[in-house]
């Protein structure tokens, strides 16, 4: 019984990423990478995006940040400059290529406070205990495996240190993530929303989470499903 049971674990894990093995498989589609181009950043700053989300993630001097999917590095060097020579920003991507065109552009714009750095797609290998604000802009929608990414980010959150999503309020294969979705996936890895608000120069919300009691068990996790952003039975 335990030798089929084992058997049937590997076959449910056979092909995925690495990191994800033994955890929930999301019951939603994953939109494909889109590139963070610099040719969108004076519309987004426009609108003033940046600063609305660094002002309602309290982002101050001497701030240590994780920008995961940074991209191109819209709010890397934005966050760089706002949490000034006594923080830091670690940007971070699964695009190599990206990271490399986004460290050349530190180093031209000799942005000493930034560190880059290459993640993986169920697990942003992120030093532990280490941030105060974890940002997930636009992104979210294009992680494959939630329930991993959640479990192996947690940890680099400093004590009180809180998670920022940003994205927009449509279906998760349209470039968005429904609103009661997304809080269903942070719940089930042991995470509560502290704040939620619609701004238009999001063109969607700001939710922002900070972790509660253990870490739960890969095997404890419930998933939850698509329709109803409610967790599955089990």
Not at 17 to 25: N, R, S, V
Not at 45 to 66: F, P, Q
Not at 139 to 158: K, S
């Amino acid at each position: 019984m335990l030798a089929l049971s084992a058997c049937s674990r590997a076959d449910s894990d056979a092909g995925r990423a690495e990191g994800a093995q033994g955890f929930p498989k999301p019951d939603r589609p994953v939109s494909s990478i889109v590139s963070n181009a610099f040719s969108t950043e004076d519309q987004r700053d426009d609108l003033g995006e940046a600063k609305v989300v660094m002002d309602l993630a309290a982002i101050k001097e001497g701030t240590t940040v994780a920008d995961i999917g940074a991209g191109e590095g819209y709010y890397t060097v934005r966050l760089a400059e706002r949490v000034g020579t006594k923080g830091r920003v670690l940007a971070q991507d699964i695009d190599a290529a990206a990271m490399q065109r986004l460290g050349q552009r530190v180093e031209r714009e000799r942005i000493d406070n930034v560190s880059i750095k290459v993640g993986a797609p169920a697990d942003p290998r992120l030093p532990e205990n280490s941030f105060d604000r974890i940002f997930l802009v636009h992104m979210y929608h294009e992680v494959g495996e939630p329930y991993a990414f959640l479990w192996h980010m947690r940890p680099a959150l400093r004590d009180r240190g809180q998670v920022i999503v940003v994205d927009a309020d449509r279906p998760a294969d349209q470039h968005g993530m429904p609103p009661a979705l997304l809080f269903c996936e942070f719940n089930a890895v042991g995470f509560r929303l502290v704040e939620f608000v619609r701004k238009p120069e999001l063109k969607g919300y700001y939710a922002q989470f900070e972790a509660v009691g253990p870490r739960p068990e890969r095997a404890d996790i419930k998933p939850c499903t698509a329709a109803k952003g409610k967790t599955a039975k089990q």
